[in-house]
DNA sequence: CACCATTTGTTCGTATGTATG
DNA sequence: GCATACATACGAACAAATGGT
């Protein structure tokens, strides 16, 4: 069945590795909703809705106006 | 103080305290979508954010064309 | 300070897909 | 195949915050 996770499962997955392995460090800011939209190719809504899974599990931290940063202390302290 | 949550928010909140609390025990089905959309005045799309965040907390349990059951092990197995 | 552009966050309505019965 | 019900997505919109001019 492969369960292929959701197009907002698989985003949310991809930058938790991403942060999990250190590729992107505490402070780091993740690219624009619209950015990330272009690139996965999907609505900003979507993409969005993945940030909130990150941000549920406190691993990014978004500030509006200013953008998502990854969780840890930089930047948000 | 206060910051009111997100309407989505509110709800994944209030379903999350009857859970815990037992009001809703292991098995039990949830209100259909519809249902919580009408009880809340909200859209089913909002509902179904709410409950993907319990989803995502391994709270409950969703089953197309049966309805969303409450996780721990009955009815899921 | 005022105005505008950028960016995040959330909601609504609608459509599609999947699964159950 | 239809009705019911969950899951996800898109497009458009509004609210709030930030920052540049």
Known sequence: ???APAPYRHIANDFTDKIKSGE???GAKLPST???ADIY???MV???RA???LHDRDLVI???GRGVFVAGEPEDG
């Open 1 to 3: 069945m492969s369960t």
């Open 24 to 26: 992107l460090p505490p």
């Open 34 to 36: 619209r950015e990330i």
């Open 41 to 43: 190719g999907v609505s």
């Open 46 to 48: 979507t993409v969005s």
């Open 51 to 53: 940030v909130s899974l």
């Open 62 to 64: 978004g500030h509006p």
